[in-house]
């Protein structure tokens, strides 16, 4: 015992005895039903006997009695044992009986340690080495309890069930107070009494959470992941670290003299500070994964965790892909740094074929020193490694490539396969991984030797093979992502070269009524005014269609679909802060046409009515309408364009009196590209005026009558300025 009890603590222990003599009757009345019901069962009955001695020594003496320790220490024992038999299985230990002796020989002479320090220290006065040893077995014993009960515990989230949850906390009390109690005797010399009279009550308060974990669930097994483990097996390296430290600390104090504090306390932050860099050592972590691997699983990898988080590091933020596309590679190297940590590789490099056929390097993850820039022709797919890389997805040891090279005097294994000299030069290569694409070999991955040594058995090779299969799918489709993007730049070139066809074609049209018009008035003074003025328009056109043409080509497709806003093929859009006057662009434009029809009116024009856009592009967008009304009239028929404001929009409408249009084409044909109904048409001047209008926030509507004409409606935002739009003063 901890102390002396005084009649609350006697009272409070009583209490502790009925309790788990009650959950030891019940369990026991249950025969066997649940799987650890037994167990717990003789877990509950020595406790209900340490609880019961504590009560009935301390009833008639004040004197500590060494058998009560005694009684403790199986209570402590006992439910550890119950935690032993319930992570057995999925620790492995069923599996490596070796394993299973190592942990019970700790735990039993932990247990003996403590019987036999309990027994020295009976009736002693100042034993403080001992007593000091006895206190450390104690807190080690419910360490242990605890790192046991957090893998329960974390299994029972994981899919355990709520009774694991139950148990887990309901012994979790139990040892959670001895930790409490025998840190602070350890660091005081002696518990408070309040706590050493409290813990019959603190322990019988375990009895109905331990109760209901077997009402609610049989806690039949659970499932233990590697993770859980690594965590669990490193908080106890930690604990044990710690303890021993202390324990050293202790007597360095003791044998200091006037300096044993600033000694202690200075060893103490030494020790911590080198726990901390070995504990956070990359190598260090390696090390115990592997080493929990071999001795407490089956199979070496959680293949739902090593795939899901093969997957996370390719994708990564959802950019890769995209950054791959604007000309960096980071794709590749997530391919690299997601096959490497598999294995705890710290480096890797991507090789591809190049225009010759030999692969050379196009990607590297965190491997500095590699000076290969190519594999050579040792690797081409008609050479020995090539096919063996690509026919029989042989994971490359370049080990055993160079022992061969020694042993076979000449560098040739049992295969044939010989080691390169740049493989003989640099050890730290360590291994191949082909990367096969639908039968054909598209890269190979080389990996930086693992800082921890490791013999490699199939289980890594098939996930190695694996691995590489599903990175050649994720190059594949980056491959084909950029040729796809690549012949789409060249679809918009075409289309946007369309367009510009389609505008020259109308500047021709006018150039050629100039022509015409010229032999007949050419001795006219206004009319050799008008040439000149038509003739610099049209050079002035030509000119923006050119630099339009240019700077898409040059932008690429990335450019042209930043710029735009709807459509899949579109115009771009205004520059920000551009004011174009619609009632401006009207005017200039209704000179040329009139000479070629005459009987078009302008209405509304005489006031300014500004939008946010390119004047150029919504020139051309009116333009497209007007030829069109245009090529639909008969000679004189009327031809209306109309400019008005409506609300905070500028409406413009073009109106003929022409052959008009059923509503099946205006909804089929009208705004489709490349389809027209005209001789010679391009059929694009109704698309891009609708894209245009659209690129500008606006939208175009039609109304139409065979026979009747046609009226088209454009609707454009008005330019907001200061939160009031801009208006004829």
């Known amino acids: 015992m901890a102390g002396v009890l005084s009649g609350i603590g006697i009272a409070s222990h009583a209490v502790a005895a009925v309790a788990f003599a009650g959950l030891a009757t019940l369990l026991a009345a249950r025969r066997g039903r649940e799987p650890f019901a037994m167990p717990v069962t003789l877990a509950a009955a020595i406790s209900a006997l340490w609880a019961a001695s504590a009560a009935i020594v301390y009833l008639s003496t004040t004197v500590r009695n060494p058998w009560v320790g005694h009684a403790e220490t199986l209570r402590t024992a ?44 009976a009736g002693a006065a100042a034993r403080p080495a001992a007593f000091l040893l006895f206190v450390a077995t104690r807190i080690v014993l419910a360490i242990s309890g605890l790192v046991l009960l957090h893998n329960i515990y974390v299994s029972a989230q994981d899919g355990g069930g709520p009774g694991f949850r139950f148990l887990a906390i309901g012994i979790g009390v139990i040892f959670a107070y001895d930790l409490n109690l025998y840190t602070l005797q350890f660091l005081l010399g002696e518990a408070p009494s309040s706590l050493i009279n409290s813990r019959g009550i603190a322990n019988a ?30 908080f106890s390296v930690i604990g044990l670290y710690l303890i021993v430290m202390s324990v050293l600390a202790y ?83 997530r391919i690299v740094e997601a096959t490497a940590s598999v ?5 890797g490099a ?109 289980e890594d090779y ?11 799918s994720y190059l594949a489709e980056a491959a084909a992502q950029a040729a796809l993007d690549e012949a789409q730049a060249f679809d918009e070139f075409n289309r946007r070269f369309a367009f510009v066809m389609h505008d ?79 009632a401006e662009i009207a005017r200039d434009m209704i000179l040329p046409f009139r000479r070629q029809h005459s009987a078009l009116e302008l209405e509304g024009a005489g006031q300014p009515l500004f939008v946010a856009g390119d004047a150029g592009r919504l020139a051309a967008m009116l333009t497209h309408l007007v030829q069109n009304a245009i090529d639909a009239s008969p000679a004189g028929a009327p031809i209306r364009v109309t400019l008005k404001r409506h609300h905070d929009n500028a409406v413009i409408t073009v109106r003929d009196r022409g052959h008009g249009m059923s509503a099946t084409f205006i909804r089929d044909e009208l705004f489709k590209p490349f389809r027209s109904s005209k001789e010679g048409g391009f059929g694009i001047g109704a698309f891009e005026a609708r894209e245009i209008a659209r690129a500008h926030g606006g939208r175009i509507d039609v109304a139409s009558k065979p026979g009747e004409g046609t009226r088209f409606t454009i609707t454009l935002p008005l330019a907001q300025a200061h939160g009031k739009t801009l208006a004829a003063a």
């Open 343 to 347: 294995l705890g590789s710290p480096g």
């Open 504 to 582: 020259l074609k109308n500047v021709v049209s006018q150039l050629g009524l100039v022509s015409r018009n010229a032999r007949k008035h050419m001795d006219n003074a206004e009319f050799r005014e008008d040439l000149m003025a038509t003739l610099d328009a049209s050079v002035t056109k030509m000119r923006d269609l050119l630099a339009l043409l240019g700077k898409q080509s040059a932008g690429g497709l990335s450019q042209v679909r930043a710029e735009t806003k709807g459509g899949d093929v579109t115009v771009p859009a205004a520059a920000s802060g551009e004011l174009a006057d619609l």
């Open 205 to 234: 308060l375990a009895v109905p959470l331990i109760l209901l974990a077997f009402r609610e669930d049989k806690p039949g097994g659970f499932s233990l992941s590697r993770e859980v483990a690594f965590n669990t097996i490193s």
């Open 462 to 472: 098939d996930l190695l093979r694996t691995l590489g299969q599903q990175g050649a």
């Open 78 to 121: 006992a439910w550890i044992g119950v935690l032993i038999l319930i992570v057995h299985r999925p620790l492995g230990f069923d599996r490596k009986p070796s394993s299973s002796f190592m942990l019970a020989a700790a735990l039993g002479f932990i247990v003996a340690l403590d019987f036999v320090l309990g027994a020295a220290l």
């Open 350 to 458: 991507l090789f591809e074929p190049g225009p010759t056929g030999v692969f050379q390097q196009t990607a590297r993850w965190h491997w500095r020193s590699l000076e290969v820039e190519e594999l050579g022709e040792e690797f081409l797919p008609s050479s020995t490694l090539g096919h063996s890389l690509g026919t029989d997805l042989r994971i490359l040891d370049f080990d055993d490539l160079r022992v061969d090279h020694a042993s076979h005097d000449g560098g040739k294994d049992g295969e044939g396969a010989p080691c390169p000299a740049w493989a003989l030069a640099d050890r730290s290569i360590w291994l191949a991984v082909p990367m096969v694409h639908r039968g054909r070999l598209i890269a190979i991955l080389l990996l930086e030797r693992s800082p921890v040594v490791r013999d490699l058995n199939w």
């Open 251 to 333: 007597f360095l104090r003791l044998a200091g003299g006037n300096w044993g504090v600033v000694l202690q306390v200075s060893f103490l932050t030494l020790t911590m500070i080198l726990g901390a860099l070995v504990i956070l050592s990359p190598r260090f972590r390696a090390v115990l994964r592997v080493w929990i691997s071999r001795n407490f699983y089956r199979y070496r990898y959680d293949y739902r965790k090593e795939w899901l988080g093969f997957i996370d590091k390719v994708a990564g933020d959802g950019k890769a892909m995209a950054a791959s596309l604007a000309g960096a590679q980071p794709i590749r190297e």
